[in-house]
């Protein structure tokens, strides 16, 4: 495919799905358009356990963090469904998720890089007092890539 190549970062968010919508109205009537949908999870961590009180109240919040990775993968699938249902055809959608190995806005400019992305479409969280001091994912996303459309949804 010769068209446009859209990274969507997602993290199910009113702001990502603002970002979706926005990608829907604009592209999904252009069929050479394909979308990645994109999420990168913390990983589980992997820990040997034995059998006594402390390790069995481990193993419940494992069990909560797995079950939650697992609800975000169904969460990303929905949002691809969404692309389907409002008129992206299935070849045209791909999605990544992935456990992260760095930081999110890393994970984020390696793919937009190595995946040949023409645009990434990502929203920007309101601002709060921290990310003055560690900067947000959008603002390490576009300091970092050169020659790529980044459009900004709010």
Do not use: W
């Amino acid at each position: 495919m010769t068209g446009e190549r859209i990274l969507l970062p997602y993290n199910f968010t009113n702001g990502d799905q603002k970002a979706l919508d926005f990608v829907v109205r604009m592209f999904a009537h252009l069929e050479d358009v394909s979308i990645t949908l994109f999420y990168a999870y913390t990983p589980m961590p992997n820990i040997r356990m034995n059998d006594n009180t402390v390790m069995d109240k481990l193993k419940e919040n494992l069990n909560y963090l797995s079950q939650k990775i697992k609800e975000q993968e169904v969460g990303l699938s929905a949002a691809k469904q969404n692309l389907i249902e409002n008129g992206f055809s299935e070849d045209r959608i791909h999605y990544i998720f992935k456990p992260r190995k760095k930081d999110v806005a890393v994970e984020i400019i390696d793919l937009a890089s190595s995946g040949n992305h023409d645009m990434i479409v990502m929203n920007r969280k309101p601002g709060k007092a921290t990310r003055f001091f560690t900067g947000s994912v959008f603002n390490k996303v576009v300091s970092s890539l050169k020659n790529k459309t980044v459009c900004l949804v709010t």
